[in-house]
């Protein structure tokens, strides 16, 4: 990828990763139910990259970068 785009967030691979690697514990309800713990894009930010040790995956920051981006868009809408 273009040095100049590594901060773009890629949503379509955000959602891919998400649908790899991070249904076994909770499907994707746990982002829009009522009383969900995230309050903002910095919680989300250190929610995904936590959630990463017990998926067992070893994610980026890009990677961490476009999954917050597709779960922001598609769930939380937080202002940046
Ligand atoms: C080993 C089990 C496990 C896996 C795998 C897992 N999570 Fe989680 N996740 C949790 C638990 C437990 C919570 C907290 C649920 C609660 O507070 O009731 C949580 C909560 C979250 C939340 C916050 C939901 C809210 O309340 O707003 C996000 C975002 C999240 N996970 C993202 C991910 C992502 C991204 C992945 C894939 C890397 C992933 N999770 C994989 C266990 C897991």
New binding site residues.
Partial sequence: MLSSMAAQADVAHGKA??EK??????TST??S?S?????NLI??QR??S????????S?NKQDITD?VEY?NKE??HFKK
């Fill in positions: 990763l998400v690697s991070c249904t076994a514990c909770h746990v982002y139910r009383d969900r713990r995230i309050k919680g989300l929610q995904v936590g959630c990463t040790r017990p998926a067992k995956v994610w999954v779960l769930f939380y």
